[in-house]
């Protein structure tokens, strides 16, 4: 445990000194200021007004930008050190395989998230100092969606950077499987599934299985709890799980992935040639 926490601490720090890191807390901080300053706490839409309007577009705008952040940036931990050498290094230390690999997962979903929960927390002190209603039960659900998510990716990132034999290999790679799960993040492009012959039940649940799809539908959930956005698939969510259900779902599903696709990293990790 002790060197788990160490080497959690080395990544933080490590990652707070890169550029990235940098980049990254720009861009956060400079979307939420963007949106307070716009004047969006002030308008309406669908009914919602003050600090559920401006998280409404907040969250969608982090569903763009966080996914492909977070697998460029972590594709490179595992076969980035590896081409670096650091392995050599590392294994002069007394420092086990997991707590280096469960190390750097946890100190890179630190750094990562502490920029989102910021971002998060400054809306609610904008909408403290403007006087407006908190909506709390809102602002701690998107936070633990966009946690979910974080850890997902996180995972997929990690499994990647696991496999890849160059880092060219593993952001090419990432590249890849944003694409892919954008091709399935939209409900209605699976009508082409369900005109050859699919059942709609089995085309939602494939595009369930999408983590994107799965946190943008949660999303939309929480700002529209009949789902009208979405149509006729509407229906088949809401009676397969219903409106708790589904949120539970959206935020249990993708930490399930992203533990699992960082187990399944680590088991090839620590099979495979480290030199």
Same mark, same amino acid.
Request: aromatic share 14%; hydrophobic share 60%; net charge positive.
């Given at each position: 445990?002790?060197?788990?926490?160490?080497?959690?601490?080395?990544?933080?720090?490590?990652?707070?000194?890169?550029?990235?890191?940098? @980049? =990254?807390?720009?861009? #956060?901080?400079?979307?939420?200021?963007?949106?307070?300053?716009?004047?969006?706490?002030?308008?309406?839409?669908?009914?919602?007004?003050?600090?559920?309007?401006?998280?409404? &577009?907040?969250?969608?705008? *982090? $569903?763009?930008?966080?996914?492909?952040?977070?697998?460029?940036? *972590?594709?490179?931990?595992?076969?980035?050190?590896?081409?670096?050498?650091? =392995?050599?290094?590392?294994? +002069?230390?007394?420092?086990?395989?997991?707590?280096? =690999?469960?190390?750097?997962?946890?100190?890179?979903?630190? &750094?990562?998230?502490?920029?989102?929960?910021?971002? $998060?927390?400054?809306?609610?002190?904008?909408? $403290?100092?403007?006087?407006?209603?908190?909506?709390?039960?809102?602002?701690?659900?998107?936070? +633990?969606?966009?946690? %979910?998510?974080?850890?997902? #990716?996180?995972?997929? %990132?990690?499994?990647?950077? &696991?496999?890849?034999?160059? *880092?060219?290999?593993?952001? %090419?790679?990432?590249?890849?499987?944003?694409?892919?799960?954008?091709?399935?993040?939209?409900?209605?492009?699976?009508? *082409?599934?369900?005109?050859?012959?699919?059942?709609?039940?089995?085309?939602?649940?494939?595009?369930?299985?999408?983590?994107?799809?799965?946190?943008? &539908?949660?999303? $939309?959930?929480?700002?529209?709890?009949?789902? @009208?956005?979405?149509?006729? +698939?509407?229906?088949?969510?809401?009676?397969?799980?219903?409106?708790?259900?589904?949120?539970?779902?959206?935020?249990?599903?993708?930490? #399930?992935?992203? #533990?699992?696709?960082?187990?399944?990293?680590?088991?090839?990790?620590?099979?495979?040639?480290? +030199?």
């Amino acid at each position: 445990m002790h060197h788990l926490i160490r080497m959690a601490k080395t990544d933080i720090g490590e990652s707070i000194r890169s550029r990235w890191f940098f @980049v =990254y807390t720009i861009v #956060f901080g400079t979307i939420m200021v963007g949106l307070l300053v716009s004047g969006l706490t002030e308008s309406r839409i669908m009914g919602f007004t003050g600090l559920s309007r401006l998280l409404v &577009t907040y969250i969608q705008i *982090t $569903m763009a930008i966080l996914p492909i952040f977070m697998l460029i940036t *972590t594709v490179r931990s595992v076969v980035g050190d590896r081409e670096a050498g650091v =392995y050599e290094y590392m294994l +002069s230390l007394p420092v086990g395989l997991a707590a280096w =690999y469960w190390g750097k997962l946890i100190g890179r979903f630190i &750094t990562v998230f502490l920029p989102v929960l910021m971002a $998060m927390m400054l809306a609610v002190v904008w909408g $403290m100092f403007k006087g407006v209603a908190i909506p709390w039960t809102q602002v701690l659900l998107y936070t +633990s969606l966009l946690a %979910g998510m974080i850890i997902c #990716f996180l995972g997929i %990132g990690m499994l990647i950077s &696991t496999f890849s034999k160059s *880092t060219d290999v593993a952001q %090419g790679a990432a590249f890849l499987v944003w694409l892919f799960l954008l091709l399935f993040l939209d409900l209605i492009l699976l009508g *082409t599934l369900i005109r050859e012959g699919l059942p709609a039940e089995t085309a939602i649940g494939i595009a369930l299985a999408n983590p994107l799809q799965a946190f943008r &539908t949660a999303a $939309m959930l929480l700002f529209d709890p009949h789902l @009208v956005l979405l149509g006729p +698939s509407a229906y088949v969510i809401l009676d397969l799980f219903g409106r708790i259900g589904y949120l539970v779902w959206a935020m249990v599903y993708p930490v #399930f992935l992203g #533990f699992l696709t960082a187990i399944i990293g680590f088991w090839g990790f620590r099979r495979g040639d480290l +030199s």
